[in-house]
């Protein structure tokens, strides 16, 4: 049984720094792709940053590049998602998923996920 568990959620400032974290259980983390992403009340769930299997190739939406990280601990079947000059705009319930193939590259579309965090959320105040 595959489960996700985001933590790391707040309440926080323009311009501060937060770390998500993703702890995964079930077999075979290495052999997945790992996403981020969030949504906001009313909008579909977008694309935030995605790792491959072996943290070797990493993505971002253009909203978030050059501000956010994403990395992953094998070993400790974990992800996170380094998030940095945050602003108002990153307010949203960020969701940790996990591929549904056991591809070489990052997945970026929610119709290649094949399981779901719960979610934390962020709100950011200006």
């Known amino acids: 049984q595959v489960q996700l568990v985001e933590t790391g959620g707040g309440l926080l400032q323009a311009g501060d720094s937060l770390r998500l974290s993703c702890a995964f259980s079930?077999?075979?983390?290495?052999?997945?792709?790992m996403t981020w992403f969030r949504q906001v009340p009313g909008e579909l769930r977008e694309f935030v940053a995605g790792?491959?299997?072996?943290?070797?190739?990493?993505g971002y939406a253009n909203s978030v590049k050059g501000r956010f990280t994403v990395s992953r601990d094998n070993a400790k079947n974990t992800v996170i998602l380094q998030m940095d000059s945050i602003k108002p705009e990153d307010t949203a319930v960020y969701y940790c998923?996990?591929?549904?193939?056991?591809?070489?590259?990052?997945?970026?579309?929610?119709?290649?996920?094949?399981?779901w965090g719960k979610g934390t959320r962020i709100t950011v105040s200006s």
């Open positions: 998923a996990r591929a549904m193939y056991t591809s070489t590259s990052y997945i970026t579309d929610r119709g290649g996920i094949a399981y």
């Open positions: 790792i491959s299997r072996d943290g070797g190739s990493t």
């Open positions: 079930g077999r075979s983390f290495s052999s997945y792709a």
